[in-house]
């Protein structure tokens, strides 16, 4: 089973988030890392042209699937940047309407969301083809990173991590590469695909 994370009440939840972003900061690199998955993302979803940018902090991951021929926005908890704008993403079902767009994009902010249920009903009622998520790879939940996913039990596994994706949303949906980025493992990447 993949374990799951959960503050007790939605503030401990927003502390913790306010304590992530204070220690926050940018890694070496990023930009790569990032044009590799739109151009993965592009290759999974050949039809997708609109893509909203979960947990993006600043414009430079929107500017980036701009630039690759996307239109779309991006939302954060905390954000500085006039061009994301600041939404928590478990109320996203609420500010966005029906499939307005194509894919959602998620690197690294799933594994920090409160409600892990709500978000992806969301995302299953606001994006048309499918998800695209990239999750640290650690061993265990760990309450500072509010509701982490423990996908080491499911990586590889394509039943199990179809099995307990599935608890947290009633759209039928398939899973594609669930794969580690890197020869240590660090990240976890995978497609839900709406059906």
């Known amino acids: 089973m993949v374990e799951i994370y959960q503050f007790d009440k939605y503030e401990d939840y927003i502390t913790s988030q306010m ?45 980036d699937f701009h630039k690759a021929g996307f239109t779309g926005q991006g939302i954060d908890l905390f954000t500085s940047s006039d061009h994301v704008e600041k939404l928590d993403m478990h109320k996203m079902g609420d500010r966005f309407s029906e499939n307005e767009f194509d894919v959602a994009y998620m690197s690294h902010s799933l594994e920090h969301c409160h409600d892990p249920k709500v978000v992806f009903e969301s995302l299953s009622k606001i994006t048309k083809m499918g998800v695209w998520i990239v999750l640290p790879n650690t061993k265990k939940a760990d309450p500072h990173d509010s509701c982490i996913f423990d996908f080491m039990k499911a990586d590889g596994d394509f039943d199990l991590a179809h099995s307990e994706l599935s608890k947290l ?9 669930c794969n580690r980025r890197n020869a240590r493992g660090r990240e976890i990447i995978f497609a839900i695909k709406w059906i």
């Open 19 to 63: 304590r992530n972003e204070e220690l926050k900061h940018v890694t070496a690199g990023w930009d790569k890392v990032r044009a590799q998955d739109i151009a993965t993302t592009k290759s999974v979803f050949p039809k997708a042209k609109s893509v909203l940018c979960i947990g993006c902090r600043d414009e430079s991951e929107v500017t």
């Open 169 to 177: 949303t009633s759209r039928k949906f398939i899973l594609e590469a």
